[in-house]
């Protein structure tokens, strides 16, 4: 069964980094793009990036453009996600998402807390 693992969340500074990634099973990863998202609490659950099956195309959330970077390795079934310039108000649970023969799948998320 298609299966989504993240990692790499945690508590950092403001203006520090964090790289997540996202670990995929069960489905031919090269195949099928994949999205991240964050949640925050009390908002709605927002795109963050998305990156096409090759990795050719990628696209960013307004917020996040110019600091952080979609990126996939398919030989590892994994893609990442590197938050450079970390604000407060990117606080939230972070999630990857793909999508496979039409259903939507989703892992368990990744807390990052940005704090001094």
């Known amino acids: 069964q298609v299966q989504l693992v993240e990692s790499g969340g945690g508590l950092v500074q403001p203006g520090g980094s964090l790289r997540l990634s996202c670990a995929a099973s069960?489905?031919?990863?090269?195949?099928?793009?994949m999205t991240w998202y964050r949640q925050a609490p009390g908002k709605e659950r927002e795109l963050v990036a998305g990156?096409?099956?090759?990795?050719?195309?990628?696209n960013y959330a307004d917020s996040v453009k110019g600091r952080f970077t979609i990126f996939r390795v398919n030989t590892k079934n994994t893609v990442y996600l590197q938050m450079n310039s970390l604000k407060s108000e990117d606080t939230a649970v972070y999630l990857c998402?793909?999508?496979?023969?039409?259903?939507?799948?989703w892992g368990q998320g990744t807390q990052v807390t940005v704090s001094s």
């Open positions: 990156i096409s099956p090759a990795g050719t195309n990628t």
């Open positions: 998402r793909t999508q496979v023969r039409g259903y939507a799948y």
């Open positions: 069960g489905f031919t990863f090269s195949n099928y793009g």
